[in-house]
């Protein structure tokens, strides 16, 4: 049996995932546009670092996965893990104009980046 080694960066599947903070019990609608913001946001935000990686996510179906977490602490721990490993992460900060009390931390977006790199940080959350 040959060993080929790691994959190339070109073939390598790319995805973005997108925590969502359920003890905030907010509606589905709001949810939604909250992951809404954490995708866009994210992804304008690796345009800037890395024009290509982006494109080729694109170019595979722009995958996402939508998680959850129960805290504000957990959200913000994913977010300082995210950094430490390069990651593109993106908090949204809701304004408060309608569900929440304004600077409410309600979603983190990760990536475009490498899948294994992204189920490394995301791997015990359980799907939204």
């Not at 995958?63 to 959200?75: A, F, H, M, Q, T």
């Not at 992460?89 to 977006?109: E, I, K, M």
Request: glycine residues 8%; positive net charge.
């Amino acid at each position: 049996m040959r060993h080929h080694g790691v994959y190339s960066m070109e073939s390598q599947e790319l995805k973005q995932a997108i925590i969502i903070r359920k003890d905030l019990e907010m509606g589905k609608g709001k949810m939604v546009a909250q992951g809404c913001h954490a995708a866009v946001e994210a992804a304008l935000e690796a345009l800037k670092k890395d024009k290509r990686l982006v494109e080729r996510w694109i170019e595979q179906g722009q995958k996402k996965i939508v998680l959850r977490v129960d805290s504000e602490e957990e959200l913000l721990e994913l977010y300082r893990k995210a950094q430490e490993l390069g990651v593109t992460a993106v908090l949204v900060v809701d304004r408060g104009l309608t569900q929440l009390a304004p600077n409410t931390v309600t979603a983190l977006g990760l990536g475009p980046a490498p899948a294994a790199l992204l189920d490394k940080l995301t791997g015990k959350l359980k799907l939204l």
